[in-house]
Each structure stands twice: as C-alpha cells, then as structure tokens.
C-alpha cells in the first residue's frame, strides 16, 4: 500500500512545466498589452498638453499659423501631428490629432490603429 505523502510518481514530473509552457505566452500578451496601453496613455496627455501650448500660443498670435505648430510640436514631441484653429472671437480653438499605430514586435509588423485628439479653447490676448 501507498502512502499519501510518498514521492509522486514519474507520470507526474514534467507537470509543473507543460502547465508552464501553456501559461507563459498568455503572460507575456498581458504584459506586452500594458505597455502599449502606458504608451497611449502618454501619447495622449502629450497630445493634451500640446494643445494648450498651441492654444496659448494662438491667444498671442492668433493669426500665425507657423507659431501655433511649433508651440504643439515642441511641446508634444510629436512631428505628424495636425493642427488646425478656429476662431470664434473672443475666443480661439485649437484642435490637436495624430494617428498611431501599434507594435507587433515578434512580427516587426505594426498596426494603425486609431488616432488620438485634443481640443483646447483660450481667450484671445488684447494686445
């Protein structure tokens, strides 16, 4: 007779790493999808932050163009990014987007996914 607490038998030695093995590539989308979601989260508070800084800018400038685009993209980091202003006097709106794409690096593929937006709206300085 066996007893329960024996050494287990060889059937059951290689156990622990088959379940292992079917686990690990769950894992590894999981956190794999982490970063893109940290990723897009940045981006978007980047986004954000650019179009207060173009927004403050056009409250300046509100007829300069070039200055408004340098404002975002200095401030963002971002170089595709579309500006585009709307002025409604006394105030003045400055719509911000970037379209971006996802990174499937065991393919070295990437996926254009969505694109992200801001919206920032200032009142125009009296100069």
């Known amino acids: 007779m066996r007893n329960r607490l024996a050494k287990p038998t060889q059937t059951e030695s290689g156990q622990a790493a088959v379940e292992f093995a079917l686990v690990l590539p ?16 940045s981006d978007q508070l980047a986004l954000w932050h650019g179009a207060y800084a173009g927004a403050y800018a056009a409250s300046l400038e509100p007829d300069n163009a070039e200055a408004i ?24 709106t ?26 920032v709206t200032i009142h125009i300085q009296d100069t």
């Open 26 to 41: 769950f894992v590894i989308l999981a956190v794999s999808s982490l970063f893109v979601v940290a990723q897009v989260i």
């Open 69 to 92: 685009q340098h404002a975002v993209v200095a401030e963002t980091g971002i170089s595709n990014v579309s500006v585009k202003t709307t002025r409604a006097d006394p105030y003045i």
């Open 94 to 119: 400055v719509s911000v987007s970037t379209t971006r794409s996802i990174p499937l690096f065991v393919f070295s593929w990437s996926v254009r996914a969505f694109t992200l937006n801001a919206d």
